[in-house]
């Protein structure tokens, strides 16, 4: 198997919205942000899937050495084989993939964050680096796109955090500020329970409320010379929206199951947003 082949399956395999919208890159794009997106799941993995913390604290390690190989041009990990390209093809920060495996470690060293200031941190390394690297490899002019991409990867993570929270606590990790846990009468012993009080919900619809308002951020900050190549972050982002719509219509009831989007209707979303993006691409023509 080749290291592309290899990175391939691991995007394939996770179902992930990223996955559709890489569909519409050109092959060297795709390429590139396939192979930073199965490095993202990789050191990720180490912490999810390690039950010994000082393994896994000796595996991410192993991953900042090897992040040094790939710079070194010595990659010996089929993820870091294809990403090798990469670096000369586009601007790919050494310290970017470091800011990734910190925030990774991050799920080490810390079950809980005090209030948003410190959570938002942790999602700027594990999220927001990623949209840059990956506005990197999409392309943009205008500086300004940077930002975009920051607060879109916040976006993104905010929105995994509140899809995901049971499943979270479970892990005994709690990504909810608990100042804002305090603040409307929920202990993080009642994120356990499948049941959506009164107050849960309402402490659910505050996160609702800072992840659109990311997303508000995110797409004043693009450019419109930018918007056609950072289409593949435009249509997570339509995925992304679509999940927390339906987090909102199902009345945030995720403690009670999961919200989820089937695959044919993300490749919809896709298909159909990539289309809306043509055709806002047209120059209008005036009638003499």
């Not at 991410?60 to 089929?78: I, K, N, S, Y």
């Not at 948003?116 to 990197?136: D, I, N």
């Not at 608990?178 to 009468?185: I, P, Q």
């Not at 987090?247 to 298909?271: G, M, Q, Y």
Request: charged letters at 30%; hydrophobic letters at 40%; proline letters at 4%.
């Amino acid at each position: 198997m080749s290291p592309d082949d290899y990175c391939q399956q691991r995007a394939a395999r996770s179902g992930s919205s990223f996955y559709y919208s890489f569909r519409f890159l050109t092959d060297e794009r795709r390429q590139a942000i396939t192979a930073l997106y199965a490095f993202c799941r990789e050191v990720d993995d180490v912490v999810d899937e390690c039950n010994d913390v000082a393994i896994a604290r000796q595996k991410l390690d192993w991953w900042r050495a090897e992040v040094d190989r790939l710079f070194a041009h010595q990659p010996t990990h089929p993820v870091t084989q294809a990403l090798q390209i990469s670096l000369t093809r586009f601007r790919l920060a050494r310290e970017h993939f470091h800011e990734i495996i910190a925030g990774m470690q991050m799920d080490l060293d810390y079950d809980a964050y005090p209030s948003f200031k410190e959570l938002a941190h942790y999602c700027h390394k594990v999220a927001s680096v990623v949209g840059l690297l990956s506005a990197e490899i999409f392309g943009y002019k205008n500086p300004h796109t940077l930002r975009y991409a920051q607060d879109l990867g916040l976006a993104f993570q905010l929105t995994n955090i509140l899809r995901d929270v049971r499943e979270d606590v479970l892990r005994k990790r709690v990504y909810i500020p608990l100042d804002e846990l305090a603040r409307f009468g929920v202990t993080p012993e009642e994120l356990r329970e499948k049941k959506t009080s009164p107050a849960v919900r309402a402490l659910f619809e505050h996160q609702a409320r800072r992840a659109r308002e990311y997303y508000r951020r995110a797409f004043a900050a693009l450019a419109p010379e930018d918007r056609h190549t950072q289409r593949s972050g435009v249509i997570m982002a339509q995925i992304y929206l679509a999940t927390l719509n339906e987090i909102e219509l199902d009345k945030f009831r995720v403690l009670e199951h999961r919200i989820s989007l089937t695959p044919l209707r993300k490749l919809w979303i896709a298909w159909t947003t990539v289309r809306r993006e043509k055709k806002l691409r047209r120059p209008s023509h005036v009638a003499a």
